[in-house]
């Protein structure tokens, strides 16, 4: 008999046992009892054991089997349910795979490569990775394209904030708001529209349709603004290029969470703000190319942007559809096929799409319980990011990484580095060749976090880098203090500013840079995704439009020593929210942070408070080697019967 008949297991062959299980709709997991669906359901909401648990741990078998048949006659998947079977056993047992007996050796051995060659995968999938580094590159070079253009286009345009073209200081004053206004309006766009339109957006055009009308406004609105004659039109120009930016940044970094296999989705997702960098770089590059053209220097800076937009027009419906949002969809099908082009064997492909299916089932569940609807309109999805406690705790943290994105002072650099060297005595030329170094830090920098994002994790990265940027942004702000006279002094302060800013720079793009992004698009659940995305996203840009444009008024009110300051102070603030409220997400499925976000916010804060505080006083400040940190989360062990077997390594802490 073959392997594949062998799982087949008919409604008669299942043992008394294995028919007190009570099998959910659509084919999900079964449960023994109404009180054990419960339980399931409960932990979700308050999973104060720390428990990671795999949903299809604990059914029989026969049962799992039984299961797998009803989903796929449900969804007319019968021609695949053989290698369907297969992936539901293995998506049972993960580490178990060599004691399934229906497996063959290549099936063992394509497991067995998800870890020894974490990297290698097909190329479609790095394809669809490299189209969405593009659009995050547009991005980068969207920002970077203002901060050179904030040397000219105030005077160009009417409305210059700075001797000797302004004479005025209530004038100046008023200027540099209007100048603030214009380099905040794609983040205003974003936090007040184009974030949250992205939710619907996606529902209804998938994630493919939503970044493509992203890159349209991306391709459009840099051509508008080199060709504005006011700053009127510039304003109305950058407020559409907000909305390209805001349905971008919302989808990019979920479609590649969506496709990425778990053990590198840090890695692929952190793509994001790696190819960001890259942009800034590239958009310093086109600031000094275009330097000499002359009045219309800031025209061209402004205009360069929608280069990378052609290549993303172009090919991103080259690429599969996010099967997440095929899932979410019912088209079960397409799903699989998706799954198959991402995935390097068809096994792989059906363990992903019912483990996936699996917890949905239990989303589904969660919401009802709640006496929720599931299929819900965006604003009740909205109000649910607040009430339902495995999906608040989400919206907390990832608003809290966003948010300390804005707090860490990146941003004031990135937006007026041009700016802030001019002030430290530079011409225009070196200024901008300032901002150069600094886009090229930032790139280069990003890259240590594609390796240690799923190694060292997400929390460790950011605990690590926070202290560094604080000191080093104070000591930048400090700089100007050095006499900024005619030759050796002037020299000396603008050295030292770059300096500290550069060692600032260094510390940002491997911690705070990739982490919010990544963070953020894989913390929700499938159900709240999209909006949940559109929150966090809404959250940092709205924190990025204040900071854009209070800056300007906030050099000439506080001195740029005070600013700097006062951003440093921030960085600590930051660093205590992120060590209480943060939790770890490396190495987990997308499904088994249902289980992490579970845990109350409180027991984690405690944990953190009581556990790893004093662990890390003595290990790192009395340099205790035996000092031994307790871990908060558990998995679930696996039912050790024939039927299930459990690999013992599964049963170790995490």
Known sequence: MS???????????????????????????????????????????????????????GIPKAQLMQDVENYAQEYQLMDILPILRKGALVAQRPHGYDHIPELD???????????THRWRHPKILYFTVILNSIAAAIQGWDQTGSNGANLSFPTALGIPDTAPACTDAATCASNSWIIGFINSCPYIAIALFAGWMSDPLNNYLGRRGTIFLGAIFSLISPIGMACSQTYGQLIACRILLGIGMGLKEVT????????????????LVMSWQLWTAFGIFLGTCANLVVVNAGDITWRLQLGSAFIPAVPLVLGIWYCPESPRWLLKKNRHSKAFKSLCRFRNTPLQAARDL???????????????????????????RFMELFTIPRVRRATQASGIVMIAQQMCGINIIAFYSSTIFANAGATNIGALLASWGFGIINFIFAWPAVWTIDTFGRRGLLIFTFPQMFWTLLAAGMCFFIPASNGTGSNAQLGAVALFVYLFDAFYSPGEGPVPFTYSAEVFPLSHREVGMSWAVATNNFWAAVLSLTFPRMILAMTIQGAFGFYAALNIIALCLIFLFLPETKQRTLEELDYVFAVPTRTHAHY????????????WVLFRKDAVCPELYTFEAEDDSPDNYVDPSHEKSV
């Open 105 to 115: 050796e290549p099936e063992r051995e394509a497991l067995r490569n998800e870890v």
């Open 252 to 267: 990019v970094p979920v479609f590649s969470s969506e496709i990425a296999p778990t053990n590198i989705r840090g890695g």
């Open 354 to 380: 019912y483990f996936i299916h699996a917890q949905l089932v239990q989303e589904e569940m969660l919401i009802e319980e709640a006496g929720l609807s599931v299929h819900s309109n965006f604003f009740t």
């Open 3 to 57: 392997a594949d008949k062998e799982i087949g297991t008919s409604p008669e062959q299942l043992s008394d046992n294995d028919k007190a299980y009570v099998t959910s709709k659509t084919g999900g997991p079964g449960f023994r009892s109404e009180e054990e669906r419960r339980k399931s359901v409960a932990q979700m909401n308050s999973n104060v054991t720390g428990e990671i648990r795999n949903p299809l741990i």
């Open 608 to 619: 953190q408070l009581t556990q790893v505080l004093p662990w890390w006083f003595k290990r």
